[in-house]
């Protein structure tokens, strides 16, 4: 199997087991986003400030790798027009089946997002990328198909995790492993990910995440940094997270 056919398989099944990122809004919180009380996630514990989306009505949005009923409904009930991509099909169902409850249309595409995307350039105005990219060995490529298919003037907001929580042990007290942590290449590393259930995942540099927006033609606007939510770093307070707000520039 190709690793990222793992890794659907993988978060199909956390999706069954209850994955936190896997448990679609209900209708209560649907109704509030339509009133206008609502907050979305890039990372584990910080919503992203609504100054970074702006007004979304009559906007293309794009989620990527934002599957699961999370925050595509949020956007749907601020008046987007939304396209969700995963390659999970389970985190789409939810997207369906929310999508059916309320109402409200989304296109719904299962891609790999290691592929060039299945749209053309300068599509949306917004493209919402929830921490993902962890399970993708060449960051840089989701960065330039972002730029692509991104209007001018559009925006990208990203959330990244980076390589401190693939330096540490299970229990997060010593560092354990050798970088870039990549199960491609390491077989200790893949052993690690086997033993643990936690499918193909690769550790990236701060170069990667946001250097590689930069290279991609990318402005870096906004940023913040966000913890686990959960263990020993996390309850230590060390940033592990990252979220960006980037903008392509307008033609001239």
């Known amino acids: 199997m190709n690793y990222t056919d793992i890794n659907a398989s993988t978060i199909d099944r956390w999706v069954d087991e209850g994955w936190e990122w896997g448990v679609p809004i209900d209708h209560e919180t649907y109704l509030r986003a339509v009133n206008g009380d609502w907050e979305v996630k890039l990372t584990p514990t ?65 891609a790999d997002m290691t592929k060039r995307l299945p749209f053309e350039d300068e599509s949306f105005d917004l493209v919402f990328h929830p921490v993902s990219n962890c399970y993708v060995k060449d960051v840089l490529h989701v960065w330039r198909e972002c ?55 690769f550790s990236h540099t701060i170069t990667e995440q946001i250097g590689g927006q930069l290279d ?10 966000d913890t686990n939510g959960s263990g020993r770093l996390h309850e230590m307070n060390v940033p592990t997270m990252l979220a960006t707000r980037s903008k392509k520039p307008e033609k001239k």
């Open 46 to 110: 910080k919503p992203v400030p609504k100054s970074w989306f702006g007004d979304l009505r009559g906007k293309k949005v794009l989620g990527l790798a934002s599957g699961g009923g999370q925050q595509m409904p949020v956007f749907a009930a601020l008046g987007a027009d939304c396209t969700v991509l995963d390659y999970s099909p389970r985190q789409l169902e939810s997207e369906r089946l929310v999508a059916e409850r309320e109402g409200y249309k989304i296109k719904i595409v299962r």
């Open 147 to 201: 730029f692509r298919v991104l209007k001018s003037g559009g925006y990208l907001i990203a959330g990244t995790d980076h390589f401190v929580n693939y330096l540490v042990d299970g229990e997060e007290k010593e560092i354990v492993n050798s970088l870039p942590f990549d199960p491609l290449t390491n077989p200790a590393h893949k052993k690690l990910l086997e033993d643990e259930d936690c499918g193909m995942q």
């Open 216 to 225: 991609a033609g990318f402005i870096l606007l906004e940023m913040y940094e």
